[in-house]
């Protein structure tokens, strides 16, 4: 199966993708990581869709997506999960992970891409402050198994 975890930088995809990895075994791939299947972007890129076609109904892959145009490369079938956080816990992750130092530009970059998965169309919506990553790992768990 295909798990697209969706959400803006530092919203919790990362913690969200392995707890997946572990309760069902997945293989993660975050943004770009596919153009390592080939030396072109596109034939690195038709690799990847295949690759996750085929994981339809193989091997599960869980792909962890912060920018909007990787959302497309998501085939029909795969589960879709919006993982959000608020405005104010995303601007101290990152500031977090930028050893505590959050520049203006980005403060501004992360105050324009907030919301920008909102209106998608998700199987499950994900709170990356307090969701309970173990129940929802259980309910992808037992969806699988079905």
């Not at 153009?35 to 972007?41: I, N, P, T, V």
């Not at 892959?61 to 029909?76: G, M, N, Q």
């Amino acid at each position: 199966m295909v798990i697209g975890v969706i959400g803006e930088n530092c919203s919790g995809k990362s913690t969200l993708a392995n707890a997946l990895k572990k309760t069902i075994g997945a293989e993660i791939f975050t943004g770009k990581d596919y153009l390592r299947m080939a030396k072109s972007e596109s034939a690195a890129e038709r690799a990847f869709r295949a690759k996750l076609q085929d994981a339809l109904v193989g091997a599960h892959i869980v792909y962890v997506i912060s920018e909007a145009e990787h959302v497309k490369l998501l085939p029909d079938g795969a589960i879709r999960i919006l993982v959000q956080a608020d405005i104010e816990t995303i601007k101290t992750r990152f500031k977090n992970r930028m050893h505590g130092n959050l520049p203006p530009p980005v403060e501004q970059m992360l105050l324009r891409k907030h919301g920008m998965f909102d209106d998608g169309l998700y199987d499950y919506r994900f709170d990356g402050v307090s969701g309970d990553c173990a129940a929802l790992c259980a309910a992808i768990r037992d969806r699988l198994s079905c």
